[in-house]
Every structure is written in structure tokens, then in C-alpha cells.
């Protein structure tokens, strides 16, 4: 699709090319055409006085056999000069032709990406939930017990495919997350975080250390909540029971940065460039129990960090832990 297309832009880029480069051949063939004949005939009177009517005839025909010969000349000159500018444009055109498409082709390709690992994330837990419906109806002896649990589990289930629905949707939005531009207190939402992720901290018997200060950024409070949240909630997701989660806060220059640190397992060092990729999961964050999730959090956090001008970094040691510091213009 692309190959045609490109191809047909070629077309275009060259045609316009190559009315212009003929325009202006002829419009040059003409004035120089123009200026050859009236060099000619302005030594017409000049001659006509020092030669006797035969060498003038002689003289009249030779002149203007050699504006003529001059005229092919230009015109030879001429046709050359547009079949390098076709052969040259040409190549010229498919090139431009290439770079206006690429950004076109890999945005499609990337939504082509995004659908198809999408669709994969939402077949699978549906795909579980239809074969556990089927059994269950087949199942004559099933009991009300029986059922109550299936239903608790397709609840579950319908929980996740929610959560991973909304998390697509959040992505979809692209860089028009920042809605508002208001002054946010990091200690303010770093507080709102923290409570909002305190029942699985509690789960686990983790503590959340909140050493931040009240310094001013500016942007939308409710995404960088979001963002905060998305930070938290993996370090409590990817920490041992009974661990301890810091929050801590620094200002350096125009930046104010806010830390969250675990001792949890860490990222191994060649998963830390892909982490950030939506649906990119470390495998042991796939096999680790309760650790759930679709890979789209940290994407997301990136997403609204880049809407905020500001940027996230993560320095991690397998196993011993991992930190995440995003930074954003103070207020
Ligand atoms: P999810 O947590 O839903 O899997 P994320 O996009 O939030 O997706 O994270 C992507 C991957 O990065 C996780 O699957 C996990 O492997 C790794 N990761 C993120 N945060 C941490 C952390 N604090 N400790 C260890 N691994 C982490």
C-alpha cells in the first residue's frame, strides 16, 4: 500500500518538477532564440552598405543557416538538460516521496501493534472465562456453591479486563493527558497516592515511608496522582511482604524530582530498556502470584510524564531493589 503510494507522490513531486524545469526551458528558448535573431538582423544594415546585393544574399543565407544551427544547439542543450533534471528529479521525488510517508507508515504500524497485542491481552482472560462458563454449564450435578464461585471468578475476571480496557483507553489518549494546568503539591498527591494504594500495602504488610516535601510543580493533579499511583503500586506489587516503600523528594535547579524506592526483586538489566513498552512484562513479574498486571502501567506513567515536559528514570539491581525518580519543572 505504501509502495504505491509512494510511487504515485513520485509522480506528482516529478510532474511539478518537470513543468516547471520545461516552463522555464522554453520561455529561455524563447528569449534566447529571441535575442539571437535580432543580433542577426542588427547587422543586417551594416552589411548591406559594404556588400554587393550577390554576397549579401550569400551572407543573409549563412547567417541564418547559423542562427539556425545555434537554435538546434540551444534546443539539443536544452533536452539534455530536462532528461538529467527527469532522471535526477525523479530519483529525487522517490526519495522525499519515502521520507514524507515513513512517519505515516510507522505510526500505522505501531496502531497495527497496539491492536493486535490489545486483541492478544483481551483473548486470553476471555478465551478463560468462556471454557470455565461451557464446563460449568455442561456439568449437571453443579451445585449453588458451584455457581456462586464461578460467578466470583468471572467477576474477577471482569475486574481485570476493566482495569486492562481502562488502562488502553488512558493510553489511547496520547499526549492529551495533562487536561489541566494547575500548581500541584508533590507532598499533597504523593499523600493522595498513598492512601489510594494502602489496602495493598496493608495486604502485604508493606510500609510506606512518605518523606516528601511541599514542592510545586505544575500540571494536572489528577494525572500525576495516576502517575504516582502506577509508581507505588508496583513497588508494593513487586516487594516482598512486610518490606518498606520510600517516597522522598529533591530540588535541583528548575527540577523538582520525587523518588520511589522498594527493596523488592529489581529488573534485571536487559529488561530495563523494554519496561516501559506497553505490554512489556519482566518474566518474573509474570510468574510472580498476585503481581498482576498487563504491562500498560509504566507506559502510561511515561505517557504523562512527557505531557508534564518532564522525564523518568529507574536504576534498579536484580534482587535487591529498584528506583524510580520522575522529575518535572517546578512550578
Ligand atoms: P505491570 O506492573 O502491569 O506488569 P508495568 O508497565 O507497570 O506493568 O511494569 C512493566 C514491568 O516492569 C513489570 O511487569 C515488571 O516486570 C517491571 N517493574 C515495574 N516496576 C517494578 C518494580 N518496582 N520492581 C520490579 N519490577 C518492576
Redo the contacts with the bound molecule.
Sequence with gaps: MFRSAALKLTAWYLAIIMALSIGCSLALYQVSSHDLSQNTHRQFPFFTQLLTPNDLRDFTNLRQSQLNEARDHLKGNLVLFNLVVLVAGGLASYALARKTLQPIEDALESQKRFTGDASHELRTPLTAMQSEIEVALRDKSLTKADAVELLKSSLEEVGKLKALSD?LLRLAQGNKIAIENRIVSLKAISKEAVERTSPLADNKKITINNKTKDLLVSGDSSSLTELLV??I???I???PKGSTVNLSTKHTGKLASIT?K?T????KSE?LP???D?????????SKDG???????????QKIVEAHHGFIE?K?THGK??I?TVSLPTA
Design positions: 488502562g502506577i509508581l503500586d508496583n513497588a506489587k513487586y516487594s520511589i522498594d523488592g526483586m529489581g529488573i529488561d523494554k519496561i516501559f506497553r505490554f512489556y512484562r519482566a518474566d518474573h513479574a509474570r503481581a498482576s498486571g498487563y504491562g500498560l502501567g509504566l507506559a502510561i506513567a529507574v534498579s531493589g529498584s524510580f
